[in-house]
C-alpha cells in the first residue's frame, strides 16, 4: 500500500490527470501495452490536445508559484498531454512507465466493451489475471511505488501531477482513499484530462 500505518500527511501535494481523449479512444478500442500505446497513431486526437491545452491552464492557476513535478506514462497520448501541461507551468516531464495503463492482455487492440468484464471480475478478485490481464492489486503496488518515490526524494513542498490513464489512476486513488482495491470501481471515474487532487482520507 502506499502509505504507512497511520500515517498522516505526505511532504508534496498530489495531483491526478487522465490524458486527453485519444485516437484510441475515439476508435472504441484498448490501447493498453506499450508497443502499440507508444506509437503516434494511437496518440492523441486533436480533441485531446485541447484538452491538454485547457488541463495546463487550470493547473497554472492552482500551482502559482510552486514548485512542480511533472510525472507521466510513456504511452504517446500521455506523453503529449504532460508536455502540453508542462508548457503551461514551465516544467519538465518526466517519464514513469509505472504510470503506465494497465495491460488488458487479450483483449489488447479490440473494443473497449471487454473493459466491463474485467471490472466485474476485479470486485471479486483483485489479484486475477484473467485472460492475460495484469492483477488491479498489481497496478496499485507499480503505481503507488512512484509515489513512495517522490516520498523519498529530496523533493518536498512540491505539486506533482502524475500523467496517466483511466484504469491505473482510478486504482490509485484508491491507496489515497482507503478503500480496498478490489473496489476501486466505486471511486469516482476520472473523464479524459480530467484534474484531480488526490487526498490521503480524513486529511485536508
Known amino acids: 500500500m502506499l502509505l504507512a500505518p497511520g500515517q498522516l500527511a505526505l511532504r508534496n501535494e498530489y495531483y491526478a490527470l487522465r490524458h486527453g481523449w485519444?485516437?484510441?479512444?475515439?476508435?472504441?478500442?484498448?490501447?493498453?501495452?506499450?508497443?502499440?500505446?507508444?506509437?503516434?497513431?494511437?496518440?492523441?486526437?486533436?480533441?485531446?490536445?485541447?484538452?491538454?491545452?485547457?488541463?495546463?491552464e487550470a493547473f497554472r492557476d492552482?500551482?502559482?508559484e510552486r514548485p512542480v513535478a511533472i510525472l507521466a506514462s510513456d504511452f504517446s497520448r500521455t506523453f503529449e498531454t504532460?508536455?502540453?501541461?508542462?508548457?503551461?507551468?514551465?516544467?519538465?516531464?518526466?517519464?514513469?512507465?509505472?504510470?503506465?495503463?494497465r495491460d488488458f492482455g487479450d483483449?489488447?487492440?479490440?473494443?473497449?466493451?471487454?473493459?466491463?468484464?474485467?471490472?466485474a471480475r476485479d470486485a471479486v478478485d483483485?489479484?486475477?489475471?484473467?485472460?492475460?490481464?495484469?492483477a488491479a492489486a498489481a497496478v496499485l503496488a507499480r503505481a503507488a511505488g512512484a509515489v513512495q518515490r517522490?516520498?523519498?526524494?529530496?523533493?518536498e513542498g512540491h505539486a506533482v501531477l502524475l500523467v496517466s490513464h483511466g484504469d491505473c489512476l482510478q486504482i490509485l486513488q484508491t491507496a489515497f482513499a482507503g478503500v480496498d482495491v478490489s473496489a476501486h470501481?466505486?471511486?469516482?471515474?476520472l473523464e479524459t484530462c480530467e484534474l484531480r487532487r488526490l487526498e490521503l482520507l480524513g486529511v485536508s
Open 22 to 56: 485519444s485516437k484510441a479512444n475515439d476508435a472504441g478500442i484498448i490501447v493498453s501495452r506499450i508497443d502499440s500505446g507508444a506509437r503516434l497513431e494511437y496518440g492523441l486526437h486533436a480533441t485531446g490536445r485541447e484538452q491538454a491545452s485547457a488541463a495546463g
Open 107 to 119: 483483449f489488447e487492440l479490440g473494443p473497449n466493451t471487454a473493459y466491463d468484464q474485467v471490472w
Open 126 to 134: 483483485a489479484t486475477h489475471t484473467d485472460n492475460q490481464v495484469e
Open 150 to 155: 517522490v516520498e523519498e526524494s529530496a523533493r
Open 62 to 64: 492552482i500551482v502559482g
Open 185 to 189: 470501481r466505486s471511486l469516482p471515474h
Open 82 to 101: 504532460a508536455k502540453s501541461v508542462a508548457a503551461a507551468v514551465n516544467a519538465d516531464v518526466e517519464a514513469e512507465p509505472a504510470l503506465r495503463e
